[in-house]
């Protein structure tokens, strides 16, 4: 609290963050999402060839040449393309542009009661109403929640998180056909990691109200360069866009927006780092399901697991952090009986595994 602060400011609750190691600390760090293999060789190389006299002059305002790497790599028209300062600044821009202020609407904007903890945050932040739905028993979505109610907005992330679940495009579809007066709002952060996932990005020639919002910070291994997108129709660009502008028409920078399209168009690297990391993500969850662990089937990076009795989610959580190994502990109704865990190198998990085998072990003989 502070006399120079609004009220505003004062009275909001921000995101908190997953904690970092200090500066020399050692640690396995499984608790913020980040991609564990290096970016795309390509970026080095865009990197070397950078022409440094450009720094002088204010980027590309439209960032030209990360909408054609997303146009290229979506089949989409440059003009469908919105490009921020990360994902986050993508999400508030949507949430200031096309979510109406609680003063003007009685309506609300619909999101998951669990869900991305930054929703609460611009509702609060941007003065818009949020409805919460509560999720099914399993952590899934229906979408008959999102339907026939109404709202100012609907904001999903899929896959969810933390819960790690995506619905299927039908549902999406389900949602988008019952709510066409309003802006659906889908985030794909995690959606590279879905096995035999469709985006919501194909349907936008058929719904003029989708917006489709990525990141490059979890496929592409660029949570340092801080760029995101968003995917939709042209009108809705354009509102991002006259929003932007209205305060920093520069938001990605010079050096940003060529290491994006670099990682963006090397489809190699993009493929062979999703792979891996899959790879490692499902034999994971088959072994800590043979630890007893309870936790659904992953479309993301990382896995959403209760611990068998007697051992609680806290107690790992701190354990783990007391042997340098940090997870993401939500000490929240429904789910402070879970961890969520970010999923390494198979080097990084096997130690994680080695570490939960020893606390199960210790659990049993206490």
Do not use: H
Not at 49 to 64: A, C, G, M, W
Not at 183 to 203: K, N, R
């Amino acid at each position: 609290m502070s006399i120079y602060w609004n009220k505003l400011i004062n009275s909001i609750e921000p995101y908190t963050a997953g904690e970092q190691p200090k500066e020399g600390q050692r640690v396995i760090k499984l608790n913020t999402n980040e991609n564990p293999y290096s970016p795309s060789p390509k970026c080095k190389e865009a990197l070397n060839d950078l022409d440094i006299s450009k720094l002088r002059l204010y980027p590309n305002t439209d960032s030209t040449i990360v909408r054609d790497a997303v146009a290229s790599v979506d089949n989409v028209s440059p003009d469908n393309v919105f490009v921020g300062n990360g994902s986050d600044e993508v999400l508030a821009l949507c949430w200031q542009t096309f979510f109406e202020k609680e003063e003007n609407t009685e309506k609300a904007v619909l999101i998951p009661a669990i869900s991305y903890s930054f929703y609460p945050v611009y509702a609060d932040f941007y003065s818009v109403r949020a409805e919460k739905i509560p999720l099914k028993e399993d952590f899934t979505i229906d979408p008959q929640d999102y339907c026939g109610k109404p709202n100012c907005g609907i904001s999903i992330a899929n896959p969810n998180a933390p819960t790690s679940i995506a619905m299927s495009l039908d549902d999406i579809r389900k949602i988008l056909d019952a709510n066409k007066e309003s802006v659906v709002l889908i985030d794909e952060a995690y959606a590279a990691f879905a096995e035999g996932y469709t985006s919501a990005a194909t349907l936008i020639n058929e719904y003029k109200n989708l917006i489709v919002v990525r990141t490059l910070s979890k496929s592409y291994g660029l949570a340092g360069l801080r760029l995101g997108y968003a995917i939709g129709d042209k009108e809705l660009i354009e509102g991002l866009k006259r929003a932007r502008d209205s305060f920093n028409s520069y938001p990605a920078d010079y050096i940003a927006q060529t290491l994006a399209a670099a990682a963006l168009l090397d489809r190699e690297n993009f493929r062979k780092n999703r792979d891996a990391l899959v790879a490692t993500r499902n034999r994971v969850t088959k072994e800590l399901r043979q630890m007893g662990f309870d936790l659904p089937d992953s479309s993301a990076n990382f896995v959403f697991a209760k611990p068998p009795m007697p051992i609680t989610a806290e107690s790992l959580y701190k354990n783990l952090k007391a042997k340098g190994i940090l997870v993401r502990y939500f000490n929240k109704p429904l789910i402070n009986d879970r961890l969520r865990i970010s999923i390494g190198t198979d080097e990084e998990m096997d130690e994680f595994l080695k570490a939960v085998r020893e606390e199960i072990s210790n659990g049993k003989n206490s």
